[in-house]
């Protein structure tokens, strides 16, 4: 039997047509979706570049090494060498306090009702601290003339300081039930208008309010008046100024000049003290006149910023 040779292109040909034509598409579209899914550079199935992640220590930060919050507070010289003033940058006396000012001048009036003070306890705690002098917002210090601010001053800071940030009660108010005052100032604010008062009362009241009150205030102070009789303006000043050695001065060349310029029915200003500040002024007097006789030498009254020894 013969047998017939075949070529080879037939034989392709032939191949090719017995195939399925799904076959032939399916192929070429794998080969498409390769080409087209694969990645030159890695076979990865990440379609984005993989990003880096940020170091962290494995150490945990305990919470006693956070440091705690401070505060800035500005400090302001007084006429007063030993009476210094520190602004907090907020309020001191709570609102319901209608006094404008309270003043410690003992461990025992920190305590005493109506309103005691933990904050002037700690800082009257601190050794040569003689009274402590809240105003609406800022503090008055007073110390005694034995001891540097340098030694005073970092302390004071501290405390108000860990009072300020923590939230700590500055001034508390209690019932006064034994009728015990510990603190001045816890009274009704002097110079409030009040409508039993006289025309001439009304308007001193008016001018040391609106013109005396803010001078004294910049200086770490206050005042009060205690009543007006004969011609006579009573007047007590307050924190730096109680025991300033030119508050004599700040009386008769500013206040009593303003007040009798503007109210002729005022003949002249006195300041009301009580039995240790008059004690006080006359051995300062004594001790001006043994200088007067030694040297002829009167020490000049200090004046600070707002002062009122040069009020017009």
């Known amino acids: 039997m013969s047998s017939t040779a075949v070529p080879r292109s037939m034989l392709r040909r032939l191949t090719r047509a017995s195939l399925p034509s799904g076959s032939q598409s399916a192929s070429r579209t794998a080969t498409r979706c390769l080409h087209q899914y694969a990645s030159p550079i890695t076979a990865s ?11 962290a220590p494995s150490v945990s930060v305990s919470a006693t090494s956070v440091p705690q919050r401070t505060m800035f507070i500005q400090t302001e010289p007084t006429p007063n060498p030993d009476a210094l003033k520190f602004n907090p940058n907020q309020r001191v006396l709570p609102e319901n306090i209608k006094s404008p000012f309270l003043e410690y001048t003992s461990p025992r009036s920190t305590l005493a009702p109506p309103h005691p003070s933990p904050l002037a306890a700690k800082l009257l705690s601190v050794d040569g601290v003689t009274s402590i002098f809240l105003g609406t917002n800022f503090i008055t210090v007073t110390k005694d003339s034995a001891t540097p601010w340098a030694h005073v001053k970092p302390e004071v800071f501290s405390i108000i300081n860990e009072f300020m940030t923590s939230g700590q009660t500055i001034v508390g108010t209690v019932e006064d039930t034994a009728g015990e005052s510990g603190q001045e100032g816890t009274e009704v604010d002097s110079l409030a208008y009040d409508e039993n008062d006289d025309e001439v009362v009304g308007m001193i009241k008016e001018l040391l309010e609106t013109r ?19 011609g006579q303006v009573l007047l007590r000043l307050r924190g730096a100024c109680r025991t300033c050695d030119s508050s004599t001065v700040t009386l008769k060349n500013g206040i009593e000049s303003m007040l009798m310029h503007y109210i002729e029915e005022v003949k002249g200003v006195q300041q009301v003290l009580d039995a240790n500040e008059e004690l006080n002024n006359i051995e300062f007097a004594k001790f001006e006149e043994k200088l007067r006789q030694q040297k002829g030498y009167v020490p000049p009254s200090t004046s600070g910023k707002g002062s009122l020894d040069t009020v017009e």
């Open 45 to 55: 199935p990440l379609r984005t570049r993989p990003g880096s992640q940020r170091w």
């Open 212 to 230: 005396i009150r803010p001078a004294i205030q910049e200086d770490g102070g206050d005042i009060e008046f205690r009543g007006f009789h004969d």
